[in-house]
């Protein structure tokens, strides 16, 4: 599944996390981690324009990403192997054609950041990097509880769409990795319930969706024990993002593998709503799978 792992860093506490789960994952799968700085000369500069700055100026710049690649790499501790590189450039662009020529299997980043990598919060870079790459994409934030870079419990959301399905691999070779239990999740959205005259009632709407729900979530937990693993399936009644983040927090979820689209079932699974939420405040990390990737 994995056997290139792409990790930009800008050295803050977010992408740290993001590269300690990166390690995870490669040592498991046998993949090799490249560290990745961007030397963000024009945002550096602030108003004066980076062709015109001096050479000693992109230079200072450019040493920068590459003392923070450097600790970055040393993380990996001979658990994987590991390469570095440093490119120059809009951190968010470069990113994204850096993983794209280097036809990585993921990326894994931090959802917040700090200057160095100019720019790296969620609410621009991550979020660019998850709506324009086809790879998949782990994001992962600092947070107070201790890191947990080995998995017992991961949790797929599902609506049955072949979009949320492009996460369900995935999903299940982490599990497999790690030997975990695999969660099919499904919320029935009641915000989509509709009302009206010549509107099916919404006890049938319900029953409907939540029959639906419960088919998305035995196809997943199926393909799950087919491949040896032990799965579980839970269909609630509610709001998806918060729900999903409650269940993270009461299953003891190690991390969520979800689809970039969706549709009604656990309406809205796309970006601008429920999987960015999810990225944005989920205490583990995220692995947000665009429909289109084909491995």
Avoid: C, K, N, W
Wanted: charged residues 25%.
């Amino acid at each position: 599944m994995y056997e290139t792992i792409l990790v930009p860093t800008d050295g803050s506490a977010h992408a740290e996390r993001a590269a300690r789960h990166a390690v995870s994952l490669a040592e498991a799968f046998g993949a090799t981690v490249t560290m990745l700085g961007v030397a963000d000369v024009g945002g550096a500069a602030g108003p004066f324009d980076a062709g015109g700055v001096s050479g000693e100026f992109r230079e200072r710049v450019r040493g920068e990403s590459e003392s923070v690649v450097e600790a970055a790499a040393a993380l990996v501790d001979d658990r994987a192997p590991v390469e570095t590189a440093v490119v120059e450039g809009d951190p968010a662009e470069a990113i994204v054609d850096y993983a794209d020529e280097g036809e990585f299997d993921a990326i894994a980043m931090g959802t917040h950041g700090r200057r160095g990598l100019s720019r790296l919060v969620f609410g621009s870079v991550a979020r660019y990097v998850v709506r324009h790459t086809t790879r998949p994409v782990l994001t992962a934030r600092e947070t107070d509880a201790d890191p947990v870079t080995e998995y017992d419990d991961v949790l797929v959301p599902t609506d049955g769409s072949d979009a949320a399905e492009a996460a369900v691999d995935h999903g299940i070779a982490v599990a497999d990795a790690f030997d975990a239990t695999l969660h099919a999740f499904h919320v029935v959205d009641l915000s989509a319930m509709t009302t009206g005259s010549g509107v099916e009632p919404p006890t049938q709407q319900l029953e409907r969706y939540t029959e639906a729900g419960e088919a998305a979530v035995d196809a997943v937990a199926d393909r799950a024990r087919e491949a040896g693993l032990d799965a579980v399936t839970s269909v609630e009644h509610g709001f998806p993002s918060a729900d999903l983040l409650d269940y993270v927090d009461e299953a003891g979820v190690d991390l969520v593998a979800m689809g970039t689209h969706g549709r009604t079932g656990i309406d809205r699974v796309l970006l601008g709503s429920t999987t960015e939420r999810i990225l944005s405040r989920s205490p583990v990390p995220v692995l947000a799978v665009h429909p289109d990737d084909t491995e």
